[in-house]
């Protein structure tokens, strides 16, 4: 029997930590958690996050207040440059699916020049 590759056993696994999301409502509850007289530092020592999450959300406080409380990103990203060719994409996406056909990203490209001329 050969050699084992790589499967030496008595090495611990590394893990990777995963990264939290944390909703409008939790964001809000450790802000205030915060206001009630607890320092920076206690809060994220107690919800088991890094200060500096703490600092952004106390500044971007009045934000948080007016987005829905299960929002998970305040900011959605970059709108699209060409919203209706956006639109039509996906309808014709979306047609094609229905009739149970298979899309790719290289005819979904196509398709885009074609919808732009």
């Given at each position: 029997m050969g050699?084992?590759?790589n499967k030496n056993t008595s090495r611990a696994r590394v893990t990777e930590k995963l990264r939290r999301q944390w909703n409008v409502?939790?964001?809000l509850a450790v802000i205030l958690y915060h206001e009630k007289g607890n320092s920076k530092n206690k809060t994220a020592i107690?919800?088991?996050i890094q200060t500096?999450?703490?600092?952004?959300w106390v500044n971007k406080k009045d934000q948080l207040l007016k987005a829905q409380p299960s929002l998970k990103r305040l900011n959605k990203g970059r709108l699209p440059k060409h919203p209706a060719l956006e639109v039509a994409l996906a309808e014709?996406?979306?047609?094609?699916?229905n009739n149970q056909q298979a899309v790719s990203r290289q005819m979904i490209q196509v398709k885009a020049k074609t919808f732009a001329r």
């Open positions: 050699p084992r590759a409502r939790e964001k107690k919800f088991n500096k999450q703490v600092r952004d014709w996406v979306k047609e094609r699916r």
